[in-house]
């Protein structure tokens, strides 16, 4: 029998919202700009789970010790704020998320997203009205996942014990972090891993549609 759970978190990008379009107009404007060769949907839904950092890397053939990185992290993101609101969630989210409240089952969404992009996606989606709490890297300290720092800021948002707490997201960030935060995980495989890297991780579940989370409340 599934484990039911009274309290939920869960990742953004690539978990509820899909912000794979966006990342690919902003990042092919940033490379057009520098006259480097543009890239495909699939490119952008390899990498960006693992980050802005990951998506100018491997576009641009740098790492972060070199000199322009920082430089080129920052370009992104400052196209890609002006294209990030037409993100769009996953189909069944907002069921589930409905669900959820509707419920009076705490969720929360924790991010390595940076703040200014989580509330103001959230805000449009009036995600915020229901969410416990909204977590980003500025409210753990600028600790990002897989250190268990912003789970555990979520965790103290609510009254529910860490046994019935679970994460669902789609990296292998969001498993570690779960475990090294003490709870339960949810690998989502509709999400942007694949299928190869997803068969290295354990979770404690997986689920191939958001909807399925309906057996997890």
């Known amino acids: ?11 953004l990008d690539g978990t509820l919202l899909d912000t794979a379009p966006e990342f690919l107009t902003s990042l092919n404007i940033l490379l057009k700009k520098n006259k480097l060769p543009l890239v495909n949907d699939s490119f952008v839904r390899k990498r960006v789970s693992d980050g802005v950092g990951k998506l100018i890397q491997d576009s641009f053939h740098i790492d972060e010790k070199h000199i322009d990185f920082e430089s080129k992290r920052d370009n992104l993101l400052d196209e890609y704020n002006k294209h990030f609101l037409f993100s769009k969630s996953f189909s069944g989210v907002d069921k589930v998320l409905k ?18 992009f989580s509330l103001e996606i959230c805000n449009k989606l009036k995600w915020d009205k229901y969410a416990k709490a909204i977590i980003s890297p500025e409210d753990a300290n600028g600790r ?15 009254s529910t ?3 019935l707490s679970v994460y669902v997201g789609d990296n292998w960030r969001d498993i570690e972090a779960a475990k090294n935060a003490g709870i339960d995980s949810v690998l989502a495989m509709y999400g ?26």
């Open 99 to 116: 669900n959820l409240s509707e419920k009076k089952i705490d969720w929360m969404i924790v991010t390595n997203k940076p703040k200014k």
């Open 1 to 11: 029998m599934q484990k039911k759970y009274k309290c939920f978190l869960f990742d």
């Open 161 to 163: 014990e860490k046994d």
């Open 144 to 158: 990002r996942k897989p250190d268990p720092a912003s789970l555990e800021k979520a965790l103290s948002e609510t």
């Open 192 to 217: 942007y891993l694949e299928e190869k890297h997803a068969s290295l991780l354990n979770p404690t579940s997986r689920i191939g549609s958001i909807s399925e989370l309906k057996n997890f409340f």
